[in-house]
């Protein structure tokens, strides 16, 4: 992984983008980062130009040689310098500017955990198999945990030094689950708020197919079965 060299965000706030292959969305995405914040593109092997497309347009890039969602969160996390942490998926399907009243609250002490719960805005934005997916997972994590959440979206806000205290070693797409997982083990405030969902640009390379899916479904359950700490 090599290390970004650009300067902090003077607002305090960092945003994770996690990329593969997405040129087509990354204009877009990084026209919605709010005034003052940092986006950090992670590129996990694109072969499209993202990330010179991502540096063109003032991102800061860093390159993750592991291929899997939570290698290149992670990487996005361990190379963030702010007090605050987004995550924002790349691909245009949501807004980042959604994450400033998540980082007030946050900043606010009203919540350790701010999650975006998605509403799609058309009936192709979020394929049937993966919202049942998300559905059977959130009930899992409710019995887990406690937690009465209705999604595991990849919007989200938090600190930053609480975050790399979780000390989350997921690197597939079990991540986001294990980062929420181990914040209500560690007695955290997890908050939900709706956000639009809407169609991504490009190709989903996760949740946009059955094995997609299922794979994440099962990487996810060998989260769940982690013993809470003791």
Known sequence: ??????PPSPEGVDVVLPCLNEAGA?????SRIPPGWRAIVVDNGSTDGSADIARDL??????????????????????ATAPYVCFCDC???????LLVPFVREVRAGEADLVLGRRRPQSRDAWPAHARVGNLALSRM?????????HDLGPLRAARREALLALALTDRRSGYPLQMVVRAADAGWRVTEHD???????GTSKVTGTWRGT?????????????PPPT
């Open 195 to 201: 956000v639009p969902y809407r169609p991504r640009t």
């Open 1 to 6: 992984m090599r290390t970004p060299s650009s």
């Open 141 to 149: 994590l409710r019995r887990r945990t406690g937690l009465r959440l």
């Open 214 to 226: 299922w794979q994440a479904v099962r990487d996810m359950s060998r989260v769940l079965a982690e």
């Open 58 to 79: 003032g991102a800061t890039v860093v390159h993750e040689a592991r291929r899997g969602f939570g290698a290149a969160c992670h990487a996005g996390l361990t190379a």
């Open 91 to 97: 691909d245009a399907s949501l807004d980042p500017a």
């Open 26 to 30: 990354l204009p877009w995405v990084l």
